[in-house]
């Protein structure tokens, strides 16, 4: 069984540039979590996408947003792009929303932001 | 909202030694706890994980204790080698929804 495949694995963007990226769940699993990680901040939650609909979202302005599609692949958007949003993105899938099921991860998108 | 500390945040063993690593939260509604490993240019693999109804899980060399009452929760490796060298994190959820809480991670070495 694949895991949860994340794409690009690496992106170099300049300030004032919009980016998105792409996160394939594992197959059968319907919710879809988005993290950024930074050596500063750790691993901080964005937000949670089932059925194609938005359940949690974590403290980020709205230049960070995200979409689920029906096939519960989930797209990542950051517009405007600053030079703190350089991090790693990490995907999670896991079969079902709720506050008790397994998340795994994909290997991340590396963002560089020039 | 939830808070997870995460104690040490680097750790060095011998090989064949005990590694534990700490944790506690705020939230007391949190109700399951997992245990990620994270290897250098990978995303964060779980390892274990224990809900909140269960004291202690154990899978091979590694273990993890929940007391609820005094909110913290630990992770044991057992007989360490060198390829369990990784950051660990451990994290807390709560409610209904899938919103994870991480502790910031401890670097753990184990010497050859």
């Known amino acids: 069984k694949a895991g949860v495949t994340q794409t690009p694995r690496y992106l170099i963007k300049t300030r004032g540039q919009q980016v998105t990226l792409s996160c394939s769940p594992i197959?059968?699993?319907?919710?879809v979590s988005w993290y950024q990680q930074t050596p500063g901040q750790g691993l901080q939650f964005l937000f949670e996408?089932?059925?194609?609909?938005?359940?949690n979202k974590g403290n980020f302005p709205g230049r960070f947003s995200g979409r689920q599609f029906s096939n519960s692949r989930s797209e990542m958007n950051v517009s405007t792009l600053e030079l703190g949003d350089s991090a790693l993105y990490l995907c999670?899938?896991?079969?079902?929303?709720?506050?008790?099921?397994?998340?795994?991860f994909g290997d991340g998108t590396r963002l560089s932001i020039l | 909202g939830e808070n997870v500390e995460q104690h040490p945040s680097t750790l060095s063993v011998q090989e064949g030694d005990s590694a534990v690593i700490k944790c506690t939260y705020s939230?007391?509604?949190?109700?399951?706890f997992p245990w990620y490993k994270q290897e250098l240019g990978k995303g964060p693999q779980l390892i274990i994980d224990i809900r909140s109804n269960v004291g202690e899980k154990k899978d091979q060399r590694i273990a993890v204790t929940l007391n609820k009452t005094a909110k913290h929760f630990s992770l044991h490796i057992t007989e360490t080698q060198p390829e369990d060298s990784a950051v660990y994190f451990c994290a807390a959820l709560s409610g209904g929804y899938q919103k994870v809480t991480f502790g910031t991670g401890t670097k753990l070495q184990v010497i050859p």
């Open positions: 999670a899938s896991s079969p079902t929303t709720g506050s008790n099921q397994p998340q795994h």
């Open positions: 197959s059968g699993h319907r919710s």
């Open positions: 939230d007391s509604a949190s109700n399951y």
């Open positions: 996408y089932f059925s194609e609909t938005q359940r």
